[in-house]
């Protein structure tokens, strides 16, 4: 069956994490941008992470980080995947990359006139510069770093890319379903759209968002089984 990864992402209470492993939640994000509403420090995520269970990933959030830096967070907890959101080049991430000895995804903030083959030219390049390239996380451009907690045109997304993409970008309970109807990505990432307050969980919406996706999911295993049988009929 087709299952779209969940990331919940901009932990910083236990509560919150526990909300979103009961919920279903395959990982979890951590910033470690101070300017974040959602920070978090080395200390605090170690404190986090010890509640986290097995096979929930712990994703660590980095805008222009050192070396040291991230380093400093991957022996304070159990970091499964680097995010990079900042200005980072394909040399820098890679870099860091192989120092820590993790594997990371690159944001890239789709603008309105971003070509598709943009999108290709860029995973092209950080798979290229890197072993430790996991994937491009598409989120929507806007003059700050971190997430605009704003949709972009899913139609710009190649649908060879769409299935190795993580998609982010204002996706909410309302509309990640058509979300994952349209691009069908590897994984979702939500933080604001599943918040009361910044840097707050509710856990109501994080469960309704998880449930959506696996609703979702589900229809289009059935529509996809129902036109195996249909052909097979034929």
């Known amino acids: 069956m087709t299952r779209t990864r969940i990331k919940i992402c901009g932990i910083t209470r236990e509560q919150d994490l526990r909300d979103a492993v009961h919920a279903g939640a395959d990982a979890l994000g951590f910033v470690f941008y101070p300017k974040s509403p959602r920070h978090v420090t080395p200390q605090r995520f170690a404190a986090l992470a010890a509640h986290?269970?097995?096979?929930?990933?712990?994703?660590?959030?980095?805008?222009?980080?050192t070396v040291d830096e991230v380093r400093a967070v991957v022996e304070a907890?159990?970091?499964?995947?680097?995010?990079f959101h900042g200005d980072e080049t394909p040399a820098e991430c890679?870099?860091?990359?192989?120092?820590?000895?993790?594997?990371?995804?690159?944001?890239?903030?789709?603008k309105p006139d971003t070509d598709p083959s943009e999108l290709l030219e860029s995973e092209s390049q950080y798979r290229a510069a890197s072993a430790w390239f996991s994937s491009l996380l598409l989120d929507t451009w806007v003059d700050a770093y971190g997430g605009a907690g704003k949709v972009f045109d899913w139609s710009l997304i190649p649908k060879e890319l769409a299935p190795r993409v993580v998609l982010s970008g204002g996706l909410s309970v309302h509309n990640v379903t058509g979300a994952v109807a349209q691009v069908r990505p590897f994984a979702v990432d939500i933080s604001s759209g599943v918040e009361?307050?910044?840097g707050i969980k509710d856990a109501r919406l994080i469960a309704a968002f998880v449930d959506a996706v696996r609703a979702q999911d589900a229809t289009i295993e059935s529509r996809a089984h129902h036109e195996s049988q249909s052909e097979h009929r034929r």
């Open 52 to 65: 986290l269970p097995p096979f929930v990933g712990a994703v660590a959030l980095f805008v222009n980080a």
């Open 77 to 83: 907890g159990p970091v499964a995947l680097l995010q």
């Open 94 to 110: 890679a870099a860091i990359a192989a120092a820590v000895q993790r594997p990371f995804m690159r944001a890239y903030r789709v």
């Open 196 to 198: 009361a307050a910044k």
